[in-house]
């Protein structure tokens, strides 16, 4: 083979090879890249209950959960919500929770966003008109437990890109974002007119998403933990005369 042939083989056999090197290459430093990640994705949580009185329900006495409307841009989600109420009623030693659009629709106009009270002194002050004291004995509701919060994306990063060859179709990159779920529940005594104690919930979760050749994620839901977080420390807060005081770290 002659020289000038020679050169224009090599030329051609090492661009290949560079390129499937550079494939390689990007693939382990992706995968290297996604290992670190994903040592720190899932969900971190701090709960912060406080309870002020050694109220508990009692037999045949409901609970009732409604998404705290005066701040509208952090207004408890409805499923949220749903969440909250389904679980505490579930097993057998469930709480008798009313339904919330059963208990708003009874007491409207009362607890309408720009008529419902703020604190235990405009319930009480609610409950002095005629009809409402009737109208929530009526429910057999005993404890009003008021959400207020949101799950939010915090931040984000990375990118994925596709695409499709006469060899077939691929992704690479690495995409993630971490969301902050944070809650305060706030629980109401109707009968004594009084705040029996907040929760204060924070979780926050990582979510990864990896692609090579096809994307595969890593999902944190840092919102169905809060709802099982809050559930088990209102179940406390309803049911035991003491309450922890101190800052629970569950990370």
């Known amino acids: 083979m002659s020289p000038h042939w020679q050169s224009i083989h090599e030329s051609a056999t090492s661009k290949p090879r560079l390129e499937s090197r550079s494939i390689r290459f990007a ?6 890249l996604t290992a670190s990640m994903l040592t720190g994705c899932g969900v971190t949580s701090l709960m912060e209950p406080y309870k002020q009185t050694d109220a508990v329900i009692g037999s045949g006495e409901q609970v009732v959960v409604l998404a705290r409307k005066h701040h ?7 499923d949220f919500v749903e969440c909250i109420s389904d679980a505490l009623a579930r097993g057998d030693n469930g709480i008798e929770v009313h339904s919330s659009t059963q208990f708003e629709d009874m007491m409207y106009p009362w607890f309408e966003p720009s008529t419902a009270p703020l604190d235990t002194a405009e319930l009480g002050e609610l409950l002095d008109r005629p009809g409402v004291l009737e109208r929530v004995e009526a429910t ?5 437990i008021w959400l207020d919060g949101s799950t939010d994306r915090v931040s984000s990063g990375g990118g994925i890109t596709c695409a499709a060859g006469v060899g077939g179709a691929g992704c690479m990159g690495l995409a993630w974002w971490e969301d902050d779920a944070t809650y305060d529940a706030t629980v109401w005594d109707i009968h004594e007119l009084a705040n029996a104690g907040t929760i204060h919930a924070d979780f926050s979760g990582r979510s990864v998403m990896p692609a090579i050749i ?9 919102q169905a933990k809060a709802c099982r977080g809050l559930t088990e420390q209102i179940e406390q807060f309803l049911t035991s005369p003491s309450g922890d005081g101190e800052g629970i770290n569950l990370g």
Request: charged content about 15%.
């Open 140 to 144: 057999g509701v005993r404890f009003l």
């Open 27 to 32: 693939g382990t430093a992706l995968v290297l």
């Open 214 to 222: 096809i994307p595969l994620p890593f999902i944190a839901r840092p």
């Open 72 to 78: 509208s841009s952090h207004e408890a989600e409805g």
